[in-house]
């Protein structure tokens, strides 16, 4: 890191007297890292680093770093137009590898808090919706009884929108519907024949809310399909006009390529059900120009 900061200050004083006043980097942001960069001297510490590091990717996320030069006549345009592709194309590549880790320190950094808020609901007996699950999925995966009963007493679970499921709530549906009552992981497990039945569209799972996550969806389909569970595909479209369901075929079904790395799901067409209107059109399309101008129509 301090080679990557040194480097990149160094670039930004060169592009600093090569553009001269016309320089776009913003004054403040510019003015505070040069200086602070200028007070410290050998040996710098880690809190030196941190501090330009923070400034170069607040720099690096401005807007204003996005204006090339302007009013440089007596310089080749040429030579600004590459000085500055190469500053920027350098400020966000080092601002994507310094938050690379932010997520781990984060983590490291607000696990006393998590441990603080563990210890206040326990203290004064209170539980939030994580605590929930949490403790029901522990209840029915480590005692035996409360799984057997809850097995006998449960003959049939229909769960809808179960794209999003969080991983939690797929553990515990699988392990009611298991068909050894002993099992106790929800991977493992093979259902009941009859006694489970999923609906779930992953085209609609876009919200993550609470820890959804369409890869659970998916993990879990591809296990009940590999241990016998019928799965139906519903493809005709009720509501819409073929029209309506050409349009949406079309647009969608190169965008929805069910990448399992990326967590997308996979496109299903929709069938034609009934014709279209022959008094009136279905579908009306009005041109829109490029999303990089500035007016939309």
């Known amino acids: 890191r301090q080679s990557s900061v040194d480097l990149l200050v160094e670039q930004i004083k060169e592009y600093a007297e090569l553009t001269g006043r016309g320089c776009p980097l913003p004054v403040r942001l510019f003015r505070d890292f040069v200086n602070a960069a200028e007070r410290t001297r050998s040996p710098r510490s880690a809190q030196y680093y941190d501090d330009l590091e923070a400034r170069l990717v607040e720099l690096a996320r401005d807007r204003g770093l996005t204006r090339p030069p302007t009013g440089l006549a007596r310089l080749k345009r040429e030579v600004l137009t590459e000085a500055h592709e190469k500053l920027t194309t350098a400020l966000k590549a080092f601002a994507r590898a310094a938050d690379a880790d932010l997520a781990a320190l984060l983590r490291d950094e607000i696990w006393e808090t998590l441990d603080d808020y563990t210890h206040l609901k326990a203290e004064r007996g209170r539980l939030d919706f994580l605590d929930l699950l949490l403790l029901a999925r522990d209840l029915i995966r480590d005692k035996d009884a409360v799984r057997a009963g809850f097995q006998k007493r449960f003959t049939h679970l229909f769960v809808d929108e179960f794209q999003d499921t969080d991983p939690l709530?797929?553990?515990?549906?699988?392990?009611?519907?298991?068909?050894?009552?002993?099992?106790?992981?929800?991977?493992?497990?093979?259902?009941?024949?009859?006694?489970?039945?999923?609906?779930?569209?992953?085209?609609?799972?876009?919200?993550?809310?609470?820890?959804?996550?369409?890869?659970?969806?998916?993990?879990?389909?591809?296990?009940?399909?590999?241990?016998?569970?019928?799965?139906?595909?519903?493809?005709?479209?009720?509501?819409?006009?073929?029209?309506?369901?050409n349009a949406v075929n079309y647009a969608f079904a190169p965008l929805m390529d069910g990448n399992a790395e990326t967590l997308q799901a996979g496109y299903v067409p929709l069938a034609q059900h009934r014709a279209d209107p022959p008094a009136q059109p279905s579908l009306v399309a009005l041109s829109v120009p490029s999303p990089d101008r500035k007016s939309v129509v």
């Open 169 to 245: 709530q797929a553990e515990i549906l699988l392990l009611l519907v298991a068909n050894d009552p002993r099992e106790r992981d929800w991977r493992a497990v093979t259902p009941v024949p009859g006694k489970l039945f999923l609906v779930g569209d992953p085209k609609q799972a876009i919200y993550r809310f609470r820890r959804a996550d369409v890869g659970v969806y998916q993990e879990v389909k591809a296990l009940l399909c590999g241990r016998g569970v019928v799965h139906l595909t519903l493809t005709t479209s009720f509501r819409a006009t073929p029209a309506i369901q």
